[in-house]
């Protein structure tokens, strides 16, 4: 086997991490549709669950159950305990953005992030300085 | 139980207190239940605080462990001068801005919506305070979350008022919970490496080990997370917004306690877990915290000049105090840190009171507060506008108040590391502070049409004075603070 084609393999966990990672970060940064946005902040925090689930895994290591035996390897089981948290934390982000955008939907009547802040410009003072709120917001 | 067991179970109190009374104050059928739960978690909570801070007098320093596992295995509440200064702060400034929540808060939200805002209420409160007591690196991203969630739910009950609210509320929650992740990212290099999440663990660890590109990427990823929470310049964009467009209370709450938790954090990452390394914490304060820190000071000055709504005003200033406090922490010194930690301190005060008084404005006039709708109030609202100016001159640093004290030690700090250009950098943002606090000052006794007295509710003002005179006490007798902030300067950077 070549060596490119070894390196791929061998850090295959890695290299799909760190496509999800830089996916869902710029999904958040780019898209205009603020459910879109929570997909990419989901995609974007699963991607740091595959990675802490990849640094546990010991090759040829079993579950983490104490046997008779005593001289197994064990994967190490503390990153999937910390993950469960992790995805129970993402959960409640999510929830709470989807929640906030029906909100939004429900005051401004759209979800899109361009209409949405025009709106909210709109709401300002005419003679206040709109244009550099909107360059705050949409960083 | 008795009195011995209590102490011993302070550290878990301090958070535990406002953390189990969140779910029953959601429960509460009426308003004022609520407000009195809220009292009652933010008031044992500091009553904890101060006990904590009685128990690490001489620099004495313990931990707690939670369900009694040891660490490194379990997760530990650390309690030194460090910890118990930040969370005393903490608590102080929640329950006096619990106290002026009453009445202002029902202002401005439903009814039946108020006992879930308590709720929300506590649950930042303890979430802040955990993030300053745990000694666990990934229990902190845990508190993070809680802490930054609940303070969505606050800022998004603003649109009861103002719809725009929501999106401030929004924006907050996508751009924390993307820095959380990156904390937690960092952890995971950390992690990786070491075996290890205890931070004092991770201290003895780090210096041992022999990736140490891994240890830096790790470093970079835990900071930009945390650089996001604490609103450094230039990831400070959800914070104007956030509390421009809250309930009144709540961007107090937020102003005066919720950014110094995690700048609390950065300290403790960069001089506490990786002070094996010093010269990668020294690189990252020269190089990063410090123009970044000078950036935030003159871009969040400048955009206050031109502000005219007064609470995004406010906020910006936040975002120029902050880079004070970063620009102590830069500094990377014993004497740069304490400054950094008084400024923690007066800060809370300095904000915490302006916010309340505009707040106080925002009751009396049912609209939003900006230069326009505050003319004249210097003379229709004397007692509250009184306390706003304390505060105000306190935030510009006049002698006398505590916001000289800030200015002095960070200029001391600055006069011991040499760096006479940041000093003069420094002197220009409080000359320049001092125009847009002149531009208030002025609208505040225009001539206008309506001078009618307005009817002050103490509810709203009495918490204002009390803050106020805070600034005057500790600008006059600084003692308790600087002491404070020097022990646990010193305890940091391992001379005590």
Redesign the interface.
């Given at each position: 086997m070549s060596a490119p084609v070894s390196v791929i393999l061998d850090s295959w966990n890695y290299l799909v991490v760190i496509c999800l990672m830089m996916g869902g970060l710029f999904i958040v940064i780019s898209q205009n549709n603020l459910v879109k946005k929570l997909v990419g902040l989901a995609i974007f925090q699963t991607s740091v669950f595959l990675f802490y689930i990849s640094v546990g895994k010991m090759a040829g290591g079993t579950a983490p159950i104490l046997m008779k035996s005593g001289d197994a390897a064990y994967s190490n089981p503390l990153p999937h305990v910390l993950i469960l948290t992790a995805i129970v934390v993402g959960v409640a982000t999510t929830a709470l953005g989807l929640a906030l955008v029906l909100r939004i939907n429900a005051a401004f009547g759209s979800i899109e992030d361009d209409e949405v802040l025009a709106m909210k410009a709109a709401d300002g003072e005419p003679r206040g300085r709109r244009g550099e709120d909107d360059a705050e917001d949409q960083q | 139980m008795t009195l011995a067991q209590v102490i011993a179970n302070l550290p878990a109190l301090v958070v535990a207190i406002p953390l189990l009374l969140a779910p029953v104050a959601a429960l509460a059928p009426v308003a004022g239940l609520g407000w009195l739960l809220a009292v009652l978690g933010t008031g044992g909570a500091l009553f904890s605080a101060v006990m904590l801070m009685g128990a690490t007098t001489g620099g004495k320093s313990f931990s707690y462990f939670l369900g009694s596992w040891p660490p490194p295995w379990g997760i530990e509440f650390v309690v030194d001068p460090v910890s118990a200064f930040t969370v005393l702060v903490m608590s102080a400034l929640a329950f006096v801005t619990t106290l002026f929540a009453r009445t202002a808060l029902l202002a401005e939200i439903a009814e039946e919506d108020a006992g879930k805002a308590y709720s929300a209420w506590l649950l930042a409160c303890g979430g802040l305070s955990g993030l300053v007591m745990t000694g666990d690196a990934?229990n902190l991203?845990?508190f993070l979350?809680i802490s930054a969630?609940s303070s969505?739910?606050l800022i998004?009950l603003g649109?009861g008022r103002?719809?725009?609210a929501?999106?401030a509320?929004?924006?907050y929650?996508?751009?924390g919970?993307?820095g959380?992740?990156f904390y937690?990212?960092g952890v995971?290099f950390i992690?990786?490496v070491t075996g290890s999440?205890n931070m004092a663990d991770l201290a003895d660890r780090i210096p041992q080990v022999p990736q140490t590109t891994v240890v830096m990427v790790g470093f970079g990823f835990m900071m930009a997370g945390l650089l996001v929470k604490a609103a450094i310049f230039p990831v400070h964009?959800w914070l104007?917004?956030s509390y421009a467009f809250a309930p009144s209370a709540v961007s107090a709450l937020l102003a005066a306690i919720a950014t110094k938790a995690s700048l609390y954090v950065i300290a403790r990452v960069m001089f506490g877990v990786f002070a094996g390394l010093p010269d990668l914490a020294g690189f990252a304060a020269e190089f990063i915290l410090v123009p970044l820190a000078l950036a935030g000071i003159f871009l969040g000055t400048i955009?206050a000049i031109?502000e005219?709504?007064i609470k995004k005003l406010l906020a910006f200033s936040s975002v120029a105090q902050i880079g004070y406090i970063a620009l102590g922490f830069g500094l990377a010194s014993t004497a740069g840190l304490a400054a950094g930690f008084i400024h923690i301190g007066n800060h809370a005060l300095i904000k915490g009171g302006l916010f309340l008084a505009v707040g106080g404005y925002a009751v009396a006039l049912g609209s939003r507060v900006?230069l326009g709708s505050m003319a004249g109030l210097g003379r229709r609202m004397p007692v509250t506008t009184t306390g706003f100016l304390i505060c105000g001159l306190s935030l510009v640093g006049l002698p006398l108040t505590a916001g000289f004290i800030s200015k002095l030690y960070l200029v001391r700090a600055l006069l011991e590391a040499d760096m006479i250009a940041v000093l003069l950098l420094v002197m220009a943002s409080s000359a320049l502070s001092v125009v847009y606090l002149w531009k208030i000052v002025e609208v505040l006794w225009h001539k206008t049409e309506n001078d009618s007295a307005v009817a002050e509710q103490p509810a709203l003002y009495m918490p204002l004075w009390i803050i106020a005179i805070a600034n005057l006490w500790f600008g006059v007798a600084p003692a308790p603070i600087v002491d404070g902030a020097q022990r646990a300067a010193m305890y940091l950077t391992g001379g005590l």
């Amino acid at each position: 086997m070549s060596a490119p084609v070894s390196v791929i393999l061998d850090s295959w966990n890695y290299l799909v991490v760190i496509c999800l990672m830089m996916g869902g970060l710029f999904i958040v940064i780019s898209q205009n549709n603020l459910v879109k946005k929570l997909v990419g902040l989901a995609i974007f925090q699963t991607s740091v669950f595959l990675f802490y689930i990849s640094v546990g895994k010991m090759a040829g290591g079993t579950a983490p159950i104490l046997m008779k035996s005593g001289d197994a390897a064990y994967s190490n089981p503390l990153p999937h305990v910390l993950i469960l948290t992790a995805i129970v934390v993402g959960v409640a982000t999510t929830a709470l953005g989807l929640a906030l955008v029906l909100r939004i939907n429900a005051a401004f009547g759209s979800i899109e992030d361009d209409e949405v802040l025009a709106m909210k410009a709109a709401d300002g003072e005419p003679r206040g300085r709109r244009g550099e709120d909107d360059a705050e917001d949409q960083q | 139980m008795t009195l011995a067991q209590v102490i011993a179970n302070l550290p878990a109190l301090v958070v535990a207190i406002p953390l189990l009374l969140a779910p029953v104050a959601a429960l509460a059928p009426v308003a004022g239940l609520g407000w009195l739960l809220a009292v009652l978690g933010t008031g044992g909570a500091l009553f904890s605080a101060v006990m904590l801070m009685g128990a690490t007098t001489g620099g004495k320093s313990f931990s707690y462990f939670l369900g009694s596992w040891p660490p490194p295995w379990g997760i530990e509440f650390v309690v030194d001068p460090v910890s118990a200064f930040t969370v005393l702060v903490m608590s102080a400034l929640a329950f006096v801005t619990t106290l002026f929540a009453r009445t202002a808060l029902l202002a401005e939200i439903a009814e039946e919506d108020a006992g879930k805002a308590y709720s929300a209420w506590l649950l930042a409160c303890g979430g802040l305070s955990g993030l300053v007591m745990t000694g666990d690196a990934f229990n902190l991203f845990v508190f993070l979350e809680i802490s930054a969630l609940s303070s969505v739910i606050l800022i998004a009950l603003g649109a009861g008022r103002d719809r725009r609210a929501l999106i401030a509320g929004y924006n907050y929650l996508v751009i924390g919970a993307v820095g959380a992740t990156f904390y937690v990212i960092g952890v995971g290099f950390i992690y990786a490496v070491t075996g290890s999440l205890n931070m004092a663990d991770l201290a003895d660890r780090i210096p041992q080990v022999p990736q140490t590109t891994v240890v830096m990427v790790g470093f970079g990823f835990m900071m930009a997370g945390l650089l996001v929470k604490a609103a450094i310049f230039p990831v400070h964009v959800w914070l104007p917004a956030s509390y421009a467009f809250a309930p009144s209370a709540v961007s107090a709450l937020l102003a005066a306690i919720a950014t110094k938790a995690s700048l609390y954090v950065i300290a403790r990452v960069m001089f506490g877990v990786f002070a094996g390394l010093p010269d990668l914490a020294g690189f990252a304060a020269e190089f990063i915290l410090v123009p970044l820190a000078l950036a935030g000071i003159f871009l969040g000055t400048i955009l206050a000049i031109y502000e005219k709504d007064i609470k995004k005003l406010l906020a910006f200033s936040s975002v120029a105090q902050i880079g004070y406090i970063a620009l102590g922490f830069g500094l990377a010194s014993t004497a740069g840190l304490a400054a950094g930690f008084i400024h923690i301190g007066n800060h809370a005060l300095i904000k915490g009171g302006l916010f309340l008084a505009v707040g106080g404005y925002a009751v009396a006039l049912g609209s939003r507060v900006n230069l326009g709708s505050m003319a004249g109030l210097g003379r229709r609202m004397p007692v509250t506008t009184t306390g706003f100016l304390i505060c105000g001159l306190s935030l510009v640093g006049l002698p006398l108040t505590a916001g000289f004290i800030s200015k002095l030690y960070l200029v001391r700090a600055l006069l011991e590391a040499d760096m006479i250009a940041v000093l003069l950098l420094v002197m220009a943002s409080s000359a320049l502070s001092v125009v847009y606090l002149w531009k208030i000052v002025e609208v505040l006794w225009h001539k206008t049409e309506n001078d009618s007295a307005v009817a002050e509710q103490p509810a709203l003002y009495m918490p204002l004075w009390i803050i106020a005179i805070a600034n005057l006490w500790f600008g006059v007798a600084p003692a308790p603070i600087v002491d404070g902030a020097q022990r646990a300067a010193m305890y940091l950077t391992g001379g005590l």
